[in-house]
């Protein structure tokens, strides 16, 4: 069945991104507008909009799963895709689509909802001899079970809410004493976020990379890989950096965990995009982790390696297309690396920034793409994640992107809000980055200062604010001619020239 | 007296110094002639503003964007190639002054935990009088529907408790006095 019209139930740079390959494939896109971003540039870019800009409850816009179908069926439109977030890994709502004949562009509410129960995946993973971490066969019954467990396998462990994600409801624990406090925090915030207490425990690996594997799988059972991503770059679990190809992986390796992540994802009876998560210990052993069933984030990295738009193919498979190529035709070339810029205070631990983007410069070149969906006079919301872009460089090897990261980074200039530019600059300083020998422990033990700054610009950022202040001295003297009185003067010099 | 007042302000105009938060101390001997004294060298700088409304400062053939994000009083926060550096401008007056009051005040020994976020507390999991160790968690805040430990910076004993379970804080709100050891 042929998609002549697509729903994106999504916002910012996915819903654009979607949008751009629809327009190619002569697809009409229909994107959902808001309250709370009425002028956003995604709008703009779609064929036609659905107006969700009055409140009917209390449910936020893109998770209101009835009022997004019953939009579909009045408009008549074929499809819907969940882009990242929100809706993209809801079994209701895959489900609800299927019963609505509405064409859900990812894997099935099945799949959807035994990959997002941690348990269930772990099962298929076992079933399937994928290697897992040694932890608990299934939720624990309470803390006192908790260090039982904890004592078979070993410290250190993790506790992990089975319907976590995104950091919620972890824990590390490294001593016995720790694993009751430990389990009550967790549980309780799983609790809270998740409405479900129930924990699992494992093995921890203390300084693991995190390593991804695209795969790509038709209605017809072909199901291959595009190789991995390199995640390893996190804070909190918040994924900052990615890259592919790995530093950390040969083409043994490679082989052997891309047909581990094909095992899971035959086993599930996977369709779509996907993603297989693994944890990569220093000793090359490998853990599966979890199957993400909707497109990432960091896709763009494995689309300009492999050269394969990965929104065009979730389209095709949808249409029931089989996929057009094997896997010894996926060939990984050069290098690709993305930064994410998130409206986040950097010297603030990382806390939100909001406001209106004033100006924004952004890098060009030939190997440079940016997806974003923010321009000047965008407003940062508090109701939507921070991340403001994706600036992702290819080159021919690892340092020659390197390079051009660096280069584009000079370039690229945001004002209005705080970004996490001043963090990429820093990473990209850093020897063992650019070694590719790093881990996830990179933010907390390697690279303890998150922004970087030489020290000749304190010197002259210190002489930018007295030369300001100096300036405002004359004014209130009246040496120089105040063209923006009442501006520039600051109460302090008022109260000087009073007395 | 009106003599002496302009005398003075010539006096700031051809001397200032920004102390940054860092505790690093850079002297202007005459900031509005545009040229800058580091390292030895005595070079000029150029201000300006391009087209697309973006401000640069040029000093030895590199620009870097910069503006001004917060200025109250003598406090300036200045945005330079997207890492926000503090200062507070001083005259050489005003900053032996500064330098008396903070020696009268000393090495303060009590230390203040204030909340890092706006949340609400989970729990308290220390008590007035007792010991602590740098490290070791004093509170359990919920910001962002994530339970965070705020742990103790110095090794110490409780001396105040300011909020209780399940009391809502906004951030750098004072939560726990400690007494250094």
Same mark, same amino acid.
């Given at each position: 069945?042929?998609?002549?019209?697509?729903?994106?139930?999504?916002?910012?740079?996915?819903?654009?991104?979607?949008?751009?390959?629809?327009?190619?494939?002569?697809?009409?896109?229909?994107?959902?507008?808001?309250?709370?971003?009425?002028?956003?540039?995604?709008?703009? *870019?779609?064929?036609?909009?659905?107006?969700?800009?009055?409140?009917?409850?209390?449910?936020?816009?893109?998770?209101?799963?009835?009022?997004?179908?019953?939009?579909?069926?009045?408009?008549?439109?074929?499809?819907?895709?969940?882009?990242?977030?929100?809706?993209?890994?809801?079994?209701?709502?895959?489900?609800?689509?299927?019963? =609505?004949?509405?064409?859900?562009?990812?894997?099935?509410?099945?799949?959807?909802? #035994?990959?997002?129960?941690?348990?269930?995946?772990?099962?298929?993973?076992?079933?399937?001899?994928?290697?897992?971490?040694?932890?608990?066969?299934?939720?624990?019954?309470?803390?006192?079970?908790? %260090?039982?467990?904890?004592?078979?396998?070993?410290?250190?462990?993790?506790?992990?809410?089975?319907?976590?994600?995104?950091?919620?409801?972890?824990?590390? %624990?490294?001593?016995?004493?720790?694993?009751?406090?430990?389990?009550?925090?967790?549980?309780? $915030?799983?609790?809270?976020?998740?409405?479900?207490?129930?924990?699992?425990? *494992?093995?921890?690996?203390?300084?693991?990379?995190?390593?991804?594997?695209?795969?790509?799988?038709?209605?017809?059972?072909?199901?291959?890989?595009?190789?991995?991503?390199?995640?390893?770059?996190?804070?909190?679990?918040?994924?900052?950096?990615?890259?592919?190809?790995?530093?950390?992986?040969?083409? =043994?390796?490679?082989?052997?965990?891309?047909?581990?992540?094909?095992?899971?994802?035959?086993?599930?009876?996977?369709?779509?995009?996907?993603?297989?998560?693994?944890?990569?210990?220093?000793?090359?052993?490998?853990?599966?982790?979890?199957?993400?069933?909707?497109?990432?984030?960091?896709?763009?990295?494995?689309?300009?390696?492999?050269?394969?738009?990965?929104?065009?193919?979730?389209?095709?498979?949808?249409?029931?297309?089989?996929?057009?190529?094997?896997?010894?035709?996926?060939?990984?070339?050069?290098?690709?690396? $993305?930064?994410?810029? #998130?409206? =986040?205070?950097?010297?603030?631990?990382?806390?939100?920034?909001?406001? %209106?983007?004033?100006?924004?410069?952004?890098? *060009?070149?030939?190997?440079?793409?940016?997806?974003?969906?923010?321009?000047?006079?965008?407003?940062?919301?508090?109701?939507?994640?921070?991340?403001?872009?994706?600036?992702?460089?290819?080159?021919?090897?690892?340092?020659?992107?390197?390079?051009?990261?660096? #280069?584009?980074?000079?370039?690229?200039?945001?004002?209005?809000?705080?970004?996490?530019?001043?963090?990429?600059?820093?990473?990209?300083?850093? +020897?063992?980055?650019?070694?590719?020998?790093?881990?996830?422990?990179?933010?907390?033990?390697?690279?303890?200062?998150?922004?970087?700054?030489?020290?000749?610009?304190?010197?002259?950022?210190?002489?930018?604010?007295?030369?300001?202040?100096?300036?405002?001295?004359? $004014?209130?003297? +009246?040496?120089?001619?105040?063209? $923006?009185?009442?501006?520039?003067?600051?109460?302090?010099?008022?109260?000087?020239?009073?007395? | 007296?009106?003599?002496?007042?302009?005398?003075?302000?010539?006096?700031?105009?051809?001397?200032?110094?920004?102390?940054?938060?860092?505790?690093?101390?850079?002297?202007?001997?005459?900031?509005?002639?545009?040229?800058?004294?580091?390292?030895?060298?005595?070079?000029?700088?150029?201000?300006?503003?391009?087209?697309?409304?973006?401000?640069?400062?040029?000093?030895?053939?590199?620009?870097?964007?910069?503006?001004?994000?917060?200025?109250?009083?003598?406090?300036?926060?200045? !945005?330079?190639?997207?890492?926000?550096?503090?200062?507070?401008?001083?005259?050489?007056?005003?900053?032996?002054?500064?330098?008396?009051?903070?020696?009268?005040?000393?090495?303060?020994?009590?230390?203040?935990?204030?909340?890092?976020?706006?949340?609400?507390?989970?729990?308290?999991?220390?008590?007035?009088?007792?010991?602590?160790?740098?490290?070791?968690?004093?509170?359990?805040?919920?910001?962002?529907? !994530?339970?965070?430990?705020?742990?103790?910076?110095?090794?110490?004993?409780?001396?105040?408790?300011?909020?209780?379970?399940?009391?809502?804080?906004?951030?750098?709100?004072?939560?726990?006095?400690?007494?250094?050891?």
């Amino acid at each position: 069945m042929k998609i002549k019209s697509i729903l994106i139930a999504n916002r910012g740079e996915i819903a654009i991104r979607i949008m751009q390959t629809a327009r190619e494939m002569g697809i009409k896109t229909y994107a959902i507008k808001t309250s709370k971003e009425p002028g956003a540039w995604y709008l703009d *870019e779609a064929d036609e909009l659905i107006d969700f800009t009055e409140t009917l409850n209390d449910t936020p816009e893109f998770l209101d799963i009835e009022r997004i179908i019953a939009a579909v069926k009045e408009h008549k439109i074929d499809a819907v895709h969940p882009g990242y977030g929100f809706l993209a890994e809801n079994p209701v709502f895959a489900r609800r689509c299927e019963e =609505e004949n509405i064409n859900f562009i990812g894997p099935s509410s099945e799949v959807i909802y #035994n990959m997002g129960n941690k348990t269930v995946a772990k099962e298929l993973a076992r079933k399937n001899n994928v290697p897992l971490l040694r932890g608990s066969k299934g939720t624990l019954l309470n803390a006192s079970y908790a %260090v039982k467990m904890a004592d078979i396998i070993g410290y250190p462990v993790i506790l992990k809410a089975a319907a976590g994600g995104g950091g919620r409801g972890m824990r590390v %624990v490294e001593k016995a004493a720790d694993v009751e406090r430990m389990y009550n925090l967790a549980s309780n $915030e799983s609790a809270k976020a998740f409405n479900d207490p129930s924990m699992f425990i *494992e093995k921890y690996v203390r300084n693991p990379r995190h390593i991804e594997f695209q795969i790509m799988a038709d209605k017809h059972g072909n199901v291959i890989h595009l190789g991995e991503r390199e995640c390893s770059i996190q804070r909190k679990h918040q994924k900052l950096i990615e890259e592919s190809p790995s530093p950390a992986l040969d083409k =043994e390796l490679r082989d052997k965990m891309g047909q581990a992540a094909i095992a899971i994802a035959k086993a599930v009876g996977y369709y779509s995009a996907g993603t297989v998560e693994f944890l990569l210990d220093v000793d090359r052993s490998f853990y599966f982790m979890e199957m993400n069933t909707r497109i990432q984030v960091e896709h763009p990295v494995t689309e300009l390696v492999t050269g394969i738009d990965l929104i065009e193919q979730m389209i095709r498979i949808a249409e029931g297309e089989k996929l057009p190529f094997t896997q010894e035709q996926i060939k990984l070339k050069g290098h690709a690396i $993305e930064f994410r810029i #998130n409206a =986040e205070d950097v010297q603030s631990g990382f806390s939100p920034s909001l406001g %209106v983007i004033e100006k924004i410069s952004w890098p *060009e070149g030939d190997n440079i793409r940016v997806d974003t969906g923010v321009r000047e006079g965008s407003v940062i919301t508090p109701y939507f994640d921070s991340m403001i872009a994706k600036l992702i460089i290819y080159g021919e090897d690892r340092e020659k992107a390197l390079q051009a990261s660096s #280069n584009a980074i000079k370039k690229f200039w945001i004002k209005g809000t705080k970004t996490t530019l001043s963090f990429c600059r820093a990473v990209l300083q850093n +020897g063992n980055f650019r070694k590719g020998n790093f881990d996830t422990s990179f933010l907390s033990s390697e690279l303890t200062i998150h922004y970087h700054s030489e020290p000749e610009e304190e010197m002259l950022a210190a002489f930018f604010a007295v030369y300001d202040y100096a300036r405002d001295l004359e $004014e209130a003297e +009246g040496k120089v001619p105040n063209t $923006e009185k009442g501006k520039r003067i600051t109460p302090w010099l008022l109260n000087k020239r009073l007395r | 007296m009106a003599e002496q007042q302009s005398g003075n302000s010539k006096a700031k105009l051809t001397k200032l110094i920004a102390l940054s938060s860092t505790q690093n101390e850079y002297t202007f001997s005459n900031p509005l002639e545009k040229t800058v004294k580091y390292k030895g060298e005595k070079l000029p700088v150029k201000l300006y503003e391009d087209p697309n409304g973006f401000s640069y400062i040029l000093w030895k053939n590199k620009k870097y964007p910069l503006e001004i994000i917060e200025k109250k009083q003598n406090k300036y926060t200045v !945005m330079l190639n997207g890492v926000w550096h503090s200062f507070t401008v001083e005259t050489p007056f005003s900053l032996k002054r500064k330098k008396f009051l903070e020696a009268q005040e000393g090495v303060s020994a009590t230390v203040t935990i204030e909340a890092p976020m706006p949340g609400k507390i989970v729990e308290v999991l220390v008590e007035e009088g007792s010991e602590i160790k740098t490290g070791e968690p004093v509170i359990i805040l919920e910001a962002m529907k !994530m339970q965070n430990e705020i742990a103790s910076p110095i090794d110490g004993t409780i001396k105040k408790i300011m909020v209780r379970k399940n009391d809502s804080v906004m951030k750098e709100d004072l939560l726990i006095e400690i007494d250094r050891d």
